[in-house]
């Protein structure tokens, strides 16, 4: 018998089957850690309509010069439409993740059609690559924030909804490209104890670490759990900043840095 | 049922999950049932290890492939995906030197998976395999129906949005977690993984004399006593722990020919997982 070919490196024996690398210092390269990834809210922003979406994309407009922005886009009510049908027949969750995914990118495509005077474009995942060139233009590219998992997507514990929605991905979109604060753009001030849209009592949380906010177990957030704690370990964007879209000049601030909405850091 | 609902200054459509958060655990719970679809139930996901046997070469190959090329014609409906081996080490060691962040390493990985796919393919063609591409999904039942052997990209399609992994810079989803989901979203109970050594061990065989063969176990007893050196994904097994269809998970030795045709007549080699 023949024995295995192997290509001699520092992996060449390594189990490879967990992330740990015994005996390695790894210390990565932020790809474009100057890049503004901004999510523009499903539910909360798009399907406002116009009165809400437009002065949120004239701020963009009005920013263009100033900033290399990647707008990603959530879902909102035709998502909840899908995940409502699709688990009341009893589909897997990876169908569902996949079935959601049509309509961010439907999103995504509006806000191009808004945005194509001011060089807006529409991209593919498999676009990311072409980011330098894109931003080197002048353009504002826009796409999807659902992450590309689709039928890869993990069951969880309880229910079909998939863990990993618009909030994940667009975190993820920051975390690839090294920046280090991602911004999501929604329709409350921030991150309250519950859902101020269903409690009054809520309250509003200026600044929390994500693995504090993670042991607080809360009831509802603003934020998909999975993104609270890719926050919790990432690399690079150790960030993630809620800010209100219905409130005139809060994309504007957030993206001159300042700490508006809710801030959830990386704690340790 | 299809009147828009804009009392909040949104635009609503009428569903179980209109106006919720879909963070709201109180929500996410109305979303489960006990039962859930089997999308393409009865067949089986055959997946053969990269650097255990595609990477010794021909003595280790075409056994294997007549093997396959003799199940196929029993009409055992399977999918069959293959591992990247040597070379996505090669990728990941020169990746982690130069520093290209864990969602750059999962972006880059793929293409050696791709390779031995298209490798398998070039040997099994006359045999009527056919590459799968991965936004093809549901040509899946056409092959299937027409005892065609579709050959799978394995490695999962998490790109550069590769989560941060918990304890070290790999990614964490990997070619095996890429077939178990396959299995799993497709609703098959059983996968059986082709690698070259009789299954797994309490240790590395391949390092350690003392190492002893598991032949049977349920994941429940495996989880409470994980082996340090896995022979499979760790994230497959925390994808298992929460699966609804995957039932069963066979180790079998690709270098001992007549293991991989035992393991699909449902016999009992190699190791078997099993999920109660």
Not at chain 1, 122 to 139: H, S, T
Request: proline residues 7%.
């Amino acid at each position: 018998m023949e024995e295995r070919l192997n290509i001699a490196s520092a992996l060449t024996d390594a189990t490879l089957t967990r992330p740990e690398v015994p005996g390695f210092s790894y210390d990565p390269i932020a790809m474009i850690p100057d890049a503004k990834v901004i999510k523009l809210g499903g539910q909360s922003l798009m399907d406002r309509g116009r009165d809400v979406l437009v002065p949120v994309l004239d701020e963009v407009v009005a920013a263009k010069e100033r900033f290399k922005m990647l707008l990603c886009c959530g879902g909102g009510t035709r998502a909840r439409h899908i995940y409502s049908i699709a688990s009341d027949l009893e589909m897997p969750t990876g169908v569902l993740a996949a079935l959601g995914g049509y309509v961010p990118r439907q999103n995504a495509r509006m806000v191009q059609m808004l945005l194509a005077k001011h060089d807006g474009i529409f991209i593919l995942g498999d676009d990311f690559e072409k980011l330098p060139l894109y931003f080197r233009l002048g353009c504002i590219p826009i796409m999807t924030g659902m992450p590309p998992f689709g039928y890869w997507e993990k069951p969880g514990p309880e229910g079909r909804i998939p863990a990993n929605r618009t909030d994940a991905g667009v975190f993820l979109s920051a975390e690839a490209l090294g920046a280090p604060r991602a911004i999501f753009v929604k329709d409350e001030d921030g991150l309250y104890t519950d859902n101020p849209k269903k409690n009054p009592k809520a309250e509003w949380i200026p600044r929390i670490g994500a693995r504090e906010l993670l042991s607080l177990d809360l009831p509802d957030m603003v934020v998909e759990r999975a993104a609270i704690e890719y926050v919790s370990r990432a690399h690079f964007c150790k960030e993630l900043q809620i800010i209100n879209g219905l409130k005139p000049g809060s994309l504007t601030r957030a993206l001159e840095g300042e700490d508006i909405g809710t801030i959830i850091y990386q704690d340790t | 049922m299809s009147t828009l609902i804009q009392d909040d200054g949104r635009t609503h459509l009428p569903s179980m999950l209109m106006k919720e958060s879909l963070v709201d655990k109180r929500v996410t719970a109305k979303t489960d049932s006990e039962h859930e679809l089997s999308i393409l139930p009865q067949v089986v996901l055959v997946g053969i290890g990269g650097q255990s046997i595609f990477d010794r070469g021909k003595s280790a190959v075409l056994p294997l492939v007549a093997e396959l090329a003799a199940l196929r014609e029993s009409k055992i409906p399977m999918v069959v995906g293959v591992g990247g081996g040597t070379r996505v080490r090669h990728t990941m060691a020169v990746a982690l030197d130069l520093g290209l962040p864990t969602g750059g390493i999962a972006q880059l990985v793929g293409a050696m998976e791709e390779a031995n796919a298209v490798f398998l393919n070039v040997l099994l063609a006359k045999h009527g395999s056919i590459v799968m591409q991965r936004d093809h999904f549901w040509e899946l039942p056409l092959y299937l129906q027409s005892h065609m052997l579709p050959i799978v990209i394995s490695i999962p399609p998490y790109h550069f949005w590769e989560p941060p992994s918990e304890g070290g810079p790999l990614p964490s989803h990997g070619s095996d977690f890429g077939l178990f989901m396959y299995a799993e979203v497709l609703g098959m109970e059983r996968i059986v993984f082709v690698k070259d050594q009789d299954g797994l061990y309490t240790k590395d065989p391949k390092k350690h004399s003392d190492a002893e063969l598991i032949p049977h176990i349920s994941l429940q007893d495996l989880q409470k006593n994980m082996p340090e050196e896995l022979i499979l994904d760790g994230m497959l097994f925390e994808a298992w722990k929460e699966a609804r269809h995957v039932r069963r998970v066979q180790i079998v030795n690709g270098l001992k020919p007549g293991q991989l045709t035992a393991a699909l007549a449902g016999e009992d080699v190699g190791t078997v997982i099993v999920k109660e």
